[in-house]
């Protein structure tokens, strides 16, 4: 961590953090208020979800990430622009799925350029898999979104496999069809530069619907 990520995460964390041995989330109280709850996992270093908090102030954003620096960076920004409407968990994802979120509570789920794992031996260790997209599935409402993005084929090949025989899940682009990118999700740096190199990036748009029990 940098001089100023430390001292962010030490002065903002009291604030912003949250942590799994606090057990189920009351969204209303963490937040100080009811709104749409959207949760983004692996933020990176947190400039996207810092636009889309600072864009989108009625809605209450959640991140989790299990790399400090990139949660010191966060909470950096959040102090600096005056952001209030995150809250952050540096913690593993599919722990806080499990134990600290409730089923049907959240109105979306985004996550932007997953590690892809690129080489073959390793793709067993990507997140979008049919166990995590089942648990995903549970927390989301209704009507509530997944939002994934990458900018290597073969996952998203694999993740367009496992999100289209889910039927939970409906392609708000048509079946098989990859999304134009939203204008909510901010254009990262690193995006920007691999269309410079002609490098191509795949959204991925999914609602959660009703399943006929």
Not at 85 to 114: K, M, T
């Amino acid at each position: 961590m940098t001089d100023a990520q430390r001292r962010a995460f030490s002065e903002n964390w009291s604030r912003w953090g949250l942590t799994r041995d606090a057990g189920q989330l009351n969204p209303e109280q963490a937040f100080g208020r009811e709104g749409p709850l959207v949760v983004e996992i692996g933020f990176g270093m947190g400039r996207s979800l810092a636009e889309m908090a600072e864009a989108n102030p009625e809605t209450n954003y959640l991140g989790i990430e299990v790399h400090k620096p990139g949660v010191g960076k966060l909470l950096h920004s959040m102090h600096e622009r005056g952001i209030d409407n995150i809250r952050v968990y540096c913690e593993d994802a599919v722990a806080v799925l499990q134990e600290c979120l409730a089923d049907a509570s959240l109105d979306g789920v985004q996550i932007f350029f997953p590690d892809p794992w690129h080489k073959k031996r390793h793709h067993k260790r990507r997140l979008i898999k049919d166990e995590f997209v089942n648990l995903v599935c549970r927390k989301l409402r209704p009507g509530g979104f997944l939002h994934l993005a990458t900018d290597w084929e073969n996952y998203a090949e694999q993740m367009m496999e496992v999100l289209g025989r889910n039927p939970e899940l409906r392609n708000l682009a048509g079946p098989n069809s990859f999304s134009p990118r939203p204008e909510q999700r901010p254009l990262t740096k690193f995006e920007q530069r691999g269309q410079g190199l002609g490098h191509g990036v795949w959204d991925l748009l999914f609602e959660r619907v009703a399943v006929a029990a």
